[in-house]
């Protein structure tokens, strides 16, 4: 079904879900640009989608910070009283995403995106909602290196248990799979989970992946526990430390909130920073042991 909104023109297809077409679209008379999500209804089956479009819109409008997508409206498109499409219009946000082959990335840059991004989700847990879709393809750069964290379509009240499994395998806490409440410790899972994803390439093991069935054993994980050093030797220890005291099994084990991540990554990055100044003063000696001496 082709979107029409008599408001705005088409600018270009910026991507598609698995229910959804996601366009760049320009207000006719103020020129202003916005993302539009348009997700027609063919089936019965397929009002849930309509619905989570209704959560991400209730989420999005009562947010508010600079690394959270803005969202707008939400309009239904209806032919004779039947309803055939819901439209999202959001932020437009220009940029790669972290999933994308596109993406480049320097560890010191990286560590301060995912610093922001748990700065963003401690303000969308005040606000009383935990995200439960955090993945590197909603974790957007944009040209001027600035993050935002999008789609809050599977986004939940804080404390509450949803009624279906919903999520991304590889990135779904344990709770998520097994229907339990969801609370600000799911996001703490699901951010240490994207972030070795986007340092290593690979996924940890999660209660739903692992269960992903025998025909996809290449897409089941480990634990970080079970992994050999060999495989993430271009990741320092305090990194991968600091991932695996986000993504315990046990919610309490894990760490406190995203308050204690962004401290842990704080101190992580001041490890790193004063590692690399000892490797480099290391380096100088060296040189200068090596330096030949003038004779007088």
């Not at 989608?49 to 600079?66: C, D, R, S, Y």
């Not at 703490?188 to 992903?212: D, H, I, P, Q």
């Not at 050093?229 to 909130?257: F, N």
Request: glycine share 6%; proline share 3%.
């Amino acid at each position: 079904m082709r979107l029409i909104l008599p408001d705005y023109r088409i600018v270009r297809e910026i991507g598609r879900g698995a229910n959804s077409v996601l366009y760049c679209v320009e207000h006719i008379d103020t020129g202003e640009v916005r993302a539009a999500k348009h997700v027609p209804l063919t089936t019965e089956d397929e009002k849930k989608f309509i619905e989570q479009l209704k959560a991400e819109q209730a989420t999005g409008q009562v947010l508010n910070h600079p690394a959270l997508r803005k969202v707008y409206d939400l309009r239904y498109v209806r032919k004779r009283l039947r309803l055939q499409a819901a439209v999202l219009l959001m932020e437009y946000v220009d940029g790669i995403d972290m999933g994308s082959s596109r993406f480049r990335w320097e560890l010191s840059g990286l560590l301060t995106h995912f610093r922001e991004i748990a700065e963003a989700l401690h303000a969308m847990h005040h606000f009383g909602f935990v995200h439960a879709d955090l993945k590197p393809g909603n974790l957007i750069v944009t040209p001027e290196s600035k993050v935002k964290l999008i789609d809050f379509g599977q986004s939940s009240a804080m404390l509450q248990a949803k009624e279906r499994v919903q999520g991304t395998p590889d990135y779904m806490a344990p709770e998520q799979a097994k229907k339990s409440v969801l609370d600000h410790k799911t996001d703490v899972f699901g951010l240490g989970a994207t972030l070795y994803k986007v340092l290593s390439g690979g996924a940890l093991r999660t209660e739903m992946n692992k269960t992903a069935g025998m025909h996809l054993q290449s897409r089941i994980g480990k634990r970080l526990n079970e992994i050999n050093r060999g495989e993430t030797k271009d990741i320092p220890i305090c990194v991968l430390r600091m991932i695996d005291d986000c993504c315990k099994d046990d919610p309490m084990e894990r760490l406190a909130d995203m308050r204690a991540v962004v401290n842990r990554i704080d101190l992580t990055q001041t490890i790193l920073e004063h590692q690399a100044a000892t490797d480099a003063a290391d380096a100088g000696s060296a040189k200068a042991d090596h330096t030949p001496k003038r004779r007088g």
